[in-house]
């Protein structure tokens, strides 16, 4: 069949791709330790469960505006203002059918033909192909492990063009775990300025951070960024609701309502049940979010422990989200390399044969050095897969 060439040139989605191989060795009996997994292992918390419920027992099930219920972009309102200080009218919100849909919708609007969007790498597998179906040209621009795997303000300048138009930051990462400072970001902030640039402000990981830490993105340092800074945000991970696909952008009028614009001729509203569970997660209490960071918490010690213990391999300590990014790249040299297949491949691939464990290579995330391992899995299942990585590893390097 011949295809519009849009499609010919963007790559599934590898991540889930690799997700499917693993699941199919498991039904084949054998036990495999997945570290693939881009969502929480919990379940949705109960009320949030319920208010779904009860939305259909209402017969909540009917269109609704295209951009979301009023009533969930109130509480989304109200969430930024009392989380972040942040102020946003309903009309700067838009919800959309996850986090995913909202960024395509925004990138559809936001970009075209010659703009460049800068990508620091390693980054989320979706960027480059999202901007790649903007017909935009995705920037991408390699970031040191050194530095916490953060973009830095001199890198940020240095690609610089006149065609220059946004900057993807996503922190929390996803797969670094890694966590930009407001000093970071504010350095970042001044180039974004001076340029004249968009930030797009991936937030998704915002309720899963360590340590204590604040967040913290670009809009919140001062009037002037916001005004030029789309956040993106969504229920998928900090409640464990990612199949109910609710997701949601904020950001300056024009932009959003050129978004529920497009919305409105493809998807149109998302569906009318999840809102109705999404106001549940947003208004409701929000003890569970704080169990689930709590866990979260300790199997990030943990499995940093254990990466740690593997001779030769370093990693950053991540401070939020749920992967780590280990950098094994001092066994590549004893790998078997397929042709067409990258070192990261090779090492994933190896590791799936001989220690049962699925991880993602870092190669899909624009950093082939690294493997992304998600603890989103039980802390008996880290301990046996890290033992089992160790072990092959060991094998690998006799
Ligand atoms: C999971 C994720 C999203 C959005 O997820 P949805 O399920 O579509 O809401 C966005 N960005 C990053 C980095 C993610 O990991």
Known sequence: MQLASRIRQIPPSATLALNAKANQLKAQGVDIVNFGVGEPDFDTPENIREAGIRAIQDGFTRYTPVGGTPELKNAIVNRFQADYR?????????VSCGGKHGLYNLFQVLFEK???VIIPAPFWVSYVPMVMLADATPVVVPTQEANGFKLTAAELKARLTPRTKAIVINSPSNPTGGVYTQDELAALGEVVLQAGLYVISDDIYDKILFDGAKFVNMAMLSPELKARTFILNGVSKAYAMTGWRIGYLAGPEAGIKAADTLQSQSTSNPTSISQKAAVEALNGPQDSVAAMLAEFAWRRDDIYKRVLDIPGATTIKPGGAFYIFPNFSAYYDRLKVASGQSQSGA??????????VAAVPGGEFGEDKCLRFSYATSRERIATGLSRIKAALEKLGK
Do not use: F, R, T
């Not at 942040?86 to 838009?94: A, D, G, N, Q």
């Open 347 to 356: 090492l994933a691939a190896y590791l799936l044969e001989e220690a049962q």
């Open 86 to 94: 942040l102020s946003y009218k309903p009309s700067e919100i838009l």
């Open 114 to 116: 010659g703009d460049e």
